[in-house]
């Protein structure tokens, strides 16, 4: 079990960038596949991304890829979230969560999970 704390989050306009973090605790971060999630108001829990235990394999949702970029720092162990390009489309609640597998992308399939930081994009 790892313990998960994302920061970060606010207000930006449309067009700005935001990076938001994810800090874990626990000797065993870098064992871990790491995804973020954001969720908005009256809507599902929907995927964003993911990064391998070493950061050399990411993948993206079809909406953010080209604007987002996962990183990680398992010396911190902290995942990152870089949001560049944002659109009010992107406003949510964003969460990071531990998995086991680099395939899951369900959020079902992650077992640690964050309280979540908003972020809201005015247009």
């Known amino acids: 079990q790892v313990q998960l704390v994302e920061s970060g989050g606010g207000l930006v306009q449309a067009g700005g960038s935001l990076r938001l973090s994810c800090a874990a605790s626990?000797?065993?971060?870098?064992?871990?596949?790491m995804g973020w999630f954001r969720q908005a108001p009256g809507k599902e829990r929907e995927f964003v991304g993911k990064?391998?235990?070493?950061?050399?394999?990411?993948s993206y949702a079809d909406s953010v890829k080209g604007r987002f970029t996962i990183s990680r720092d398992n010396a911190k162990n902290t995942v990152y979230l870089q949001m560049n390009s944002l659109k009010s489309e992107d406003t949510a609640r964003y969460y990071c969560?531990?998995?086991?597998?680099?395939?899951?992308?369900?959020?079902?399939?992650?077992?640690?999970w964050g309280q979540g930081t908003q972020v809201t994009v005015s247009s």
């Open positions: 990064i391998s235990r070493s950061g050399s394999i990411t």
């Open positions: 626990g000797r065993t971060f870098s064992t871990y596949v």
């Open positions: 969560a531990a998995t086991s597998n680099i395939y899951y992308s369900a959020p079902r399939q992650y077992d640690d």
